[in-house]
Nanobody, 123 residues
Framework: QVQLVESGGGLVQAGGSLRLSCAAS????????MGWFRQAPGKEREFVAT????????IYADSVKGRFIIFRDSDKIAVYLQMNSLKPEDTAVYYC????????????????WGQGTLVTVSS
């Protein structure tokens, strides 16, 4: 059974940084695409970034390009989201997801989801 467990959320001031982690287990992820999504209160879940587990190709949403970095550690079977130059509009619950498609920027293209971790950016 696939499990994705996020951690690393918290409260940070605008301009600060946070690193989110997603620990993955339950199967081999070499053929998977891993994604980060976020959902702010009252808004739709939106794509943030995705990485192809095999090869490490990445794609970012325009809103985070140049500020966020997605990367994975094959030894630890984990995916990370390094978030720099955070803005109040980055405040949301961040979700890790796994699926067989890459690239994939739609939530419906992912099969497995974590429980989410809250990121709050104060102004």
């Amino acid at each position: 059974q696939v499990q994705l467990v996020e951690s690393g959320g918290g409260l940070v001031q605008a301009g600060g940084s946070l690193r989110l982690s997603c620990a993955a287990s339950g199967r081999t992820f070499s053929s998977y695409g891993m994604g980060w999504f976020r959902q702010a209160p009252g808004k739709e879940r939106e794509f943030v970034a995705t990485i192809r587990w095999s090869g490490g190709d990445t794609i970012y949403a325009d809103s985070v390009k140049g500020r966020f970095i997605i990367f994975r550690d094959s030894d630890k079977i984990a995916v990370y989201l390094q978030m720099n130059s955070l803005k109040p509009e980055d405040t949301a619950v961040y979700y890790c997801a796994a699926g067989h498609l890459y690239p994939a920027a739609l939530a419906g293209q992912y099969e497995y989801w974590g429980q989410g971790t809250l990121v709050t950016v104060s102004s």
